[in-house]
């Protein structure tokens, strides 16, 4: 143990400066990934009560969408168009694909469930997450599959724009397709913020999360906004797909499995049903994981992450900002 | 959709609510028993009965919670039975609860613009693309939810309507109910129990606020009550049941002093008296 | 992925060995182990062996060039062989947990018509379920478990696995980190090392032998660790010190090793980089002039691979051909079986046959002959090893992606 201490010492002396901010880059943009999933979970779970264990897929299958744009136009080394519109592109097709897969996964494997007991839909929910996993496993082979995100724009296979730096601190780069990853990761937050909040479809939603029931006899077609809500949450998990695709540059089939678990917990973390909670939490334990790898060495970052979620859960059940269980009366 | 419109002349024939023979049982349990029930244009009409006498049940029928083992409902003449709850909100009936089903985790305006959804197209593009239209309907809707509000007067006053709802007192709690249902644009308001847990001038109140509903709103009104002097001063005609079966129809005092209606009464409880 | 399911995943593990060592602990009574081994089964015109390997889960890609090559064995051997062979498929699911191996070996134990078997894949997996093997009299020869121990006691331990009924056609940890280590020191003469394993049994044997193989030549190397799911390293690439020379992966997932080696170049790094044999996958695997991987001496010109690679979209899958030399090795010792008992056999008998079996390095595609050894040799091997030549080779990938055996 004091070896333990004294070797992560070491390394944060070691790494210096330089180090601690290159961490806290890396694990604000992997945690823009995870925020970004987080929310689907806790979107998904404070409308239907359901953990949604197939949404880490819906983000692999967001991640091949992109991938299947970048291949149709002619792959990252040679594409026919250029690279703004071709991002452009991947993006909307990678969204709206994973959007209707979800409305697709809500529509014939939850809501026939309804009204069964609620393991029913847990009990779906695995099995859905199988399906796609090992349907992609199938269509794959089990190989990953590179984005060449690296050769993205570039010449002669050297590194493309996406990996010049904008700016640099205390020498370290900050590159575009770390910006790009935060900047739109934080976009689609503040459009969902603004959703949710001020728009009628944001209100039937959280009308429709309090109570079911009581809103559609208000008038609010509940189907639709459980509809509406996959879509969303698919849509924002599809965008982190093609995100991870274009910063980390490949794909595979069991890559919505651990991204998943940890969404999850960041979504727990942050008070499941919470979206502010989810969005602060994903940042929060892709910082874990960044700063364990970093200092105490990768063997310990999933125990550290998950060794929190329990500690939290303890500590504090309802998460970060989770609701203080506001009574019916 | 338009503002509930005034009664065409058909109404003094054609009753807006009208159940025929509906039945209802819960597991053997006849819990509403071969019942007819009309509801004129701009009436009030009240249901009395002691508890468990179906009254709750017979509203659930109505707004489509589960259907009628066999009978009509028809709303304006067409049939309610095996609508979702949401589209018989949008053909015109809208309840309040005798559990109060506030939607809490929202402030009292927003519970009573959630409740316009069904007059509204709704799609994730319109709702992000800020188009002038859009925000003009953001608008009307907003506006629509503080007329609705402004009924209540000095209770739910500009200051509390962006408090949460959980914030409100219970009797403003009722109030926010009644005018949640209204925003849905109802022809026809079916209160549960509106005056229970109030105090006498609260009550006193409600009371009022139900004949301006009707005379001002223009609603036609079915209303569960057990406090006999909110049902007196309200009612154009009380229906009274127990154990589902309707045991009594007319005038209040016709109703009230129906040996029928005060045994069922005397049965569970003396409430009938004043 | 096993360990973030902790708790579950610890009990299985600890449950699995519970019951490797009860059913190991029970084959020890020579009268129920000799039952199933001594039963005589008729060979007839085709004869059955098992390939135990994970045609499913997170190493599916792993499993799939072993699978194509044992494919390709019994393909080629029922063109020139008058007995024929039959594969039968155990889908051990390696990577999941619980994996399973131990019910493979169970329902091959139990197949009346099996003589033999190619694999378990993971070392894991062979120790898991050896005694099983065992206590079924069944042979198992692997192409990719290349623990040392399996073959070779660790000072006051025993060996993994009961003398004779384990082999393998895949030169083991202790050569090939041997291979490795005297590589870096003596050829590249580099100082300071970095090692980074995947956390799967194969990837941390070799990390720790390249580890004490360095150590014994004064070099002191740096140690991380990733696990099979993660692609995203850049904190990892923060973590190796800036002085670095090598960055030895010993990983399974080539793609894996492409991403790491792009997010290495991504950050500005320019240490070399070093694969091992599961990362010995030229087309995928392409740290272009920046990268060594030490693989099998596969002579790429040999007509047999050029014709595998045909049928197999031009891959030549070299991480199988040890499956498909393994094949061989069985088909052999139960095609010799059959001859000496007259068209019967036992299990018994295919199983003592095996460490006579020898091929030559060019039926067996390795670049190496084939010929177990019956006792122990320099430091790593032991019974059930290869000995000769066989050893891994050291490649250099060139700037235009092409491997160069250097070593
Ligand atoms: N969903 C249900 N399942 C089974 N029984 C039910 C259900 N809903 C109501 N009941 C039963 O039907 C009967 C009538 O209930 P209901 O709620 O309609 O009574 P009520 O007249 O509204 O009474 P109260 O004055 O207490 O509100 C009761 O015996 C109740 O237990
Ligand atoms: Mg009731």
Not at chain 3, 34 to 39: E, H, L, N, Q
Not at chain 3, 351 to 358: A, F, M, Q, T
Request: glycine share 12%; aromatic share 10%; with cysteine.
């Amino acid at each position: 143990m004091h070896l333990l201490l004294f070797n992560i010492i070491d390394q944060i002396r070691s790494l210096g400066w330089g180090g601690a901010f290159e961490l806290l880059r890396n694990g604000i943009v992997l945690g823009s990934l995870y925020s970004l999933i987080a929310l689907g979970y806790t979107m998904i779970y404070g409308i239907l009560k359901l953990l949604n264990f197939a949404h880490g897929d819906v983000y692999m299958v967001g991640a091949f969408l992109g991938f299947g744009v970048l291949t149709a136009f002619g792959g990252a080394l040679n594409p026919g168009i250029g690279l703004v519109p071709l991002i452009i592109i991947m993006f909307a097709v990678a969204m709206l694909g994973s959007g209707v897969l979800g409305v697709g996964i809500e529509r014939f494997a939850y809501r026939p469930l309804r009204n069964a007991p609620r393991i029913a839909p847990l009990i779906a929910a695995l099995g859905v997450s199988f399906f796609l996993e090992n349907s992609a496993q199938l269509m794959t082979n089990g190989f990953q599959y590179n984005y060449d995100a690296f050769q993205l724009g570039g010449k002669n296979g050297n590194f493309g724009p996406l990996f010049d730096p904008v700016f640099t601190v205390a020498g370290n780069p900050v590159t575009v397709v770390q910006v790009l990853v935060v900047g739109s990761a934080v976009t689609l937050m503040a459009a969902l913020i603004f959703l949710v909040s001020r728009t009628r479809l944001g209100k039937a939603m959280r009308a429709t999360a309090f109570d079911q029931e009581a809103a559609s006899m208000m008038g609010i077609d509940t189907d639709r906004v459980i509809s509406s809500t996959f879509f969303i949450a698919s849509v924002l998990a599809g965008a982190a797909g093609v995100m991870y695709g274009l910063y980390i540059g490949t794909t595979f089939y069991f890559m919505g499995f651990l991204a998943g678990l940890k969404a999850f917990t960041a979504a727990v973390v942050g008070g499941i049903g919470s979206i502010v909670g989810a969005m602060v939490a994903g940042v929060l334990v892709g910082l874990i994981e960044s700063y364990a790898i970093g200092y105490v060495g990768g063997q310990w970052s999933d125990i550290v992450v998950f060794g929190i979620l329990i500690l939290f859960m303890i500590v504090r059940p309802t998460g970060l900002f989770g609701a203080q269980a506001i009574q019916k009366v | 959709m338009a503002e509930p419109q005034p009664s065409p002349e058909s109404t003094q024939t054609k009753p807006l609510l009208e159940l025929e023979g509906v039945w209802k049982s819960f597991g053997g349990l006849v819990v509403i028993d071969n019942l007819d029930l009309a509801v004129n244009e701009n009436e009030i009409v009240s249901v009395i009965g002691p508890n468990g006498a179906g009254k709750t049940t017979l509203f659930n029928l109505i707004t489509g919670i589960y259907p009628p083992d066999s009978g009509a409902i028809r709303l304006d003449g067409e049939s309610l039975v095996g609508l979702p709850p949401h589209k018989i909100a949008r053909r015109g009936a809208a309840r309040t609860f005798q559990t109060l089903r506030l939607f809490l985790n929202m402030t009292v305006i927003e519970n009573v613009m959630a409740s316009q959804y069904g007059q509204t197209k709704v799609g994730i593009a319109r709702a992000m693309l800020r188009t002038p239209g859009m925000r003009r309907e953001e608008r009307e809707i907003r506006a629509r939810a503080e007329e609705k509000l402004a009924f209540f007067g000095e209770r739910l006053m500009g200051y509390r309507w962006d408090q949460p709802a959980y914030s409100l007192s219970y009797a403003n709690r009722r109030r926010l109910e009644i005018a949640r249902a209204m925003a849905t644009e109802p022809r026809i308001l079916l209160l549960d129990e509106p005056a229970a847990g109030m105090n006498p001038s609260e009550t006193h109140e409600i009371t009022e606020l139900i004949g301006k509903l009707r005379d001002d709103g223009g609603y036609t009104i079915l209303v569960i009550e057990h406090d006999m002097h909110v049902v007196e001063g309200i009612s154009d005609r009380v229906v009274a049941l127990d154990h589902g079966v309707k045991i009594a129809e007319g005038t209040f005092e016709a109703v009230a002093t129906n040996p029928r209606v005060v045994e069922a009464y005397l049965g569970t409880s003396a409430a009938v008296t004043k | 992925m096993l360990k973030k399911v902790g708790a579950v995943a610890a009990f299985a593990a600890l449950a699995s060995v519970l019951v490797a060592t009860t059913a190991w602990g029970s084959a020890k009574a020579p009268a129920r182990a000799s039952a199933a081994a001594a039963k005589t089964i008729k060979c007839g015109k085709t004869v059955t062996i098992g390939i135990a390997y994970p045609a499913t889960g997170p190493a599916a890609s792993l499993g799939a060039p072993q699978f194509d090559w044992a494919s390709y064995a019994k393909k080629r051997w029922n063109k020139s062989h008058k007995l024929k062979i039959k594969l039968v498929v155990g889908d051990t699911k390696l990577g999941d947990s619980p994996g399973l191996a131990v019910p493979v070996a169970h329902s091959f134990g139990s197949n009346g018509k099996m003589l033999a078997v190619v694999g378990p894949a993971g070392s894991q997996e062979v120790q898991d379920s050896i005694g099983i093997y065992k206590k079924a009299g069944l042979v198992a020869v692997s192409g990719s478990a290349t623990r040392i121990f399996l073959t070779r006691a660790k000072t006051g331990n025993p060996r993994e696995t009961p003398k004779g009924y384990f082999f393998r056609t895949v030169p083991n940890d202790g050569q090939q980190g041997d291979a490795v280590a005297s590589w870096i020191h003596n050829k590249l003469k580099f100082k300071h090392v970095y090692i980074i394993d995947d956390e799967e049994a194969y990837s941390q044997g070799l990390a720790n032998q390249v580890a004490a193989d360095l150590a014994k030549f004064g070099v002191t190397a740096g140690r991380n660790h990733i696990s099979q799911q993660q692609q995203d390293f850049s904190s990892v690439v923060t973590a190796i010190p800036a002085n670095t020379q090598l960055v030895y992966i010993p990983w399974q997932l080539p793609g894996q090793a492409q991403t790491f080696y792009n997010q290495l170049h991504a950050a500005g790094r320019h240490a070399k980089i070093m694969g091992s044999d599961g990362t010995d996958a030229p087309g995928t695997f392409q740290p272009n002039g920046n990268g060594y991987v030490s693989g099998f001496p596969v002579d790429f010109t040999s007509s047999v691979l050029k014709s595998f690679m045909k049928a197999h979209n031009h891959q030549p899958e070299t991480f199988g051909i040890p499956s498909y030399t393994a094949t061989l090795v069985a088909a052999t010792a139960i095609s010799k079986a059959c001859k000496a008992g007259h068209g019967k056999t036992t299990r018994a008998a295919v199983r003592k046959r095996v460490p006579k079996v020898k091929l030559s390095a060019k039926a067996g595609l390795l670049g190496f002959g084939i010929q177990f050894l019956n006792k122990n040799k320099a430091t790593y091997q032991g019974p059930g090893d290869m000995g000769g030549t066989a050893n891994f080779a050291i490649y250099q990938i060139t700037s235009g992606g092409s491997y160069k055996r250097v070593g």
